[in-house]
């Protein structure tokens, strides 16, 4: 499909609002006090030509680089979204990439695809979705049968999440294999895995692995030296989990975690101490599935037809 062309005129008014571009510790007061409020203003719906899409629990990829959303809604393909939100190109929607559970954008522009066909595989393919090649992975004896339903890219390493089972893969970008992690045993404390499963998990540009566990009401933040720090506590007031869901980390180490539930997202510091939280403003959010952020934006998938929102991040 053709790369579709936006009105100048709604791509300035948007542009405007945008920015220039170890368990080591106890887990974090969840209603402590603010050392650096952070907040939330919204800019906009992704949306069409002919107005905003309508489309639940998408699965979010952001390329910082040159500032396009990559937005998996089930069944419809990837949607490719330009810096003023607004729909410019899509692939995929006929099936020929099976079906397309993640996306990820490496340094040269190239796509890395989560796709179900014939069991998980991921696949290359350059900007226009053209599959021009695979990763040949295979996981090491030591994690067991594993199957893949999370994918994220940083610097060179593929990160591949086996969210019911609670374990991460890292390869190379030939498939080589660099780093696998039991994350339940690291998280679980020897508690078994079945109905533990991962929520969030995304990987910040540090190359720190962040992940929840809603049943635990708790957040994750594994460093690429293994080490560990746990934050979160239950509950229902600002601060606190109640159900956890998606967490991304932006360029300077603020974490957003999600709680579908309260329909919030929380802000937390490099530190883990509570920094704020927003509603989503006078439409507010609904059950927020998924979270994507870079270069000042934060994009925020929901469920109940609301599609995908972005929001300015204040005070950073």
Same mark, same amino acid.
Not at 97 to 104: H, K, S
Not at 192 to 221: K, M, W
């Given at each position: 499909m053709a790369r579709i062309p936006i009105t100048l005129v709604a791509a300035l008014a948007i &542009?405007? *609002?945008l920015p220039r571009a170890a368990r080591s510790a106890e887990p974090a007061p969840g209603e402590g006090d603010a050392r650096r409020p952070v907040s939330l203003a919204y800019l906009y719906d992704v949306a069409a030509l002919d107005g905003p899409i309508a489309m %639940?629990? *998408?699965t979010l990829g952001y390329d910082a680089a040159r500032r396009e959303l990559y937005v998996i809604a089930p069944g419809e393909g990837v949607r490719v979204f330009n810096r003023t939100g607004v729909e410019v190109y899509r692939f995929g929607d006929e099936g020929q990439l099976g079906w397309v559970r993640g996306v990820a954008v490496i340094e040269n522009g190239d796509l890395l695809l989560l796709s179900e066909r014939d069991g998980p595989r991921v696949l290359r393919a350059d900007f226009r979705g053209t599959q021009t090649g695979e990763l040949q992975f295979s996981a090491p004896a %030591?994690?067991?049968?594993?199957?893949?339903?999370?994918? &994220?890219?940083r610097d060179g390493l593929v990160y591949l999440a086996d969210t019911v089972k609670l374990k991460l893969l890292v390869t190379d970008l030939r498939g080589a294999t660099v780093r696998a992690v039991d994350l339940a045993k690291l998280a679980l404390e020897g508690a078994s895995a079945d109905g533990n499963e991962l929520h969030g998990f995304s990987v910040d540009p540090r190359g720190n692995v962040l992940f929840t566990i809603p049943t635990l009401f708790h957040a994750y933040v594994l460093a690429p030296d293994g080490t560990?720090?746990?934050?979160?506590?239950?509950g229902s007031r600002p601060g606190l989990f109640n159900v956890v869901g998606p967490i991304v980390a932006d360029e300077e180490g603020n974490i957003f975690v999600a709680d579908?539930?309260?329909r919030v997202v929380m802000v937390f510091g490099p530190d883990l101490q509570f920094a704020g939280e927003s509603a989503g403003g006078a439409a507010g959010l609904v059950i927020p599935s998924e979270?994507?952020?870079?270069n000042g934006v934060l994009f925020v998938s929901q469920g109940g037809n609301r599609g995908v929102s972005a929001f300015l991040v204040h005070g950073r």
């Amino acid at each position: 499909m053709a790369r579709i062309p936006i009105t100048l005129v709604a791509a300035l008014a948007i &542009a405007q *609002a945008l920015p220039r571009a170890a368990r080591s510790a106890e887990p974090a007061p969840g209603e402590g006090d603010a050392r650096r409020p952070v907040s939330l203003a919204y800019l906009y719906d992704v949306a069409a030509l002919d107005g905003p899409i309508a489309m %639940s629990w *998408a699965t979010l990829g952001y390329d910082a680089a040159r500032r396009e959303l990559y937005v998996i809604a089930p069944g419809e393909g990837v949607r490719v979204f330009n810096r003023t939100g607004v729909e410019v190109y899509r692939f995929g929607d006929e099936g020929q990439l099976g079906w397309v559970r993640g996306v990820a954008v490496i340094e040269n522009g190239d796509l890395l695809l989560l796709s179900e066909r014939d069991g998980p595989r991921v696949l290359r393919a350059d900007f226009r979705g053209t599959q021009t090649g695979e990763l040949q992975f295979s996981a090491p004896a %030591s994690l067991g049968a594993f199957t893949p339903t999370r994918l &994220a890219y940083r610097d060179g390493l593929v990160y591949l999440a086996d969210t019911v089972k609670l374990k991460l893969l890292v390869t190379d970008l030939r498939g080589a294999t660099v780093r696998a992690v039991d994350l339940a045993k690291l998280a679980l404390e020897g508690a078994s895995a079945d109905g533990n499963e991962l929520h969030g998990f995304s990987v910040d540009p540090r190359g720190n692995v962040l992940f929840t566990i809603p049943t635990l009401f708790h957040a994750y933040v594994l460093a690429p030296d293994g080490t560990v720090r746990v934050f979160g506590q239950r509950g229902s007031r600002p601060g606190l989990f109640n159900v956890v869901g998606p967490i991304v980390a932006d360029e300077e180490g603020n974490i957003f975690v999600a709680d579908q539930l309260r329909r919030v997202v929380m802000v937390f510091g490099p530190d883990l101490q509570f920094a704020g939280e927003s509603a989503g403003g006078a439409a507010g959010l609904v059950i927020p599935s998924e979270m994507a952020v870079g270069n000042g934006v934060l994009f925020v998938s929901q469920g109940g037809n609301r599609g995908v929102s972005a929001f300015l991040v204040h005070g950073r």
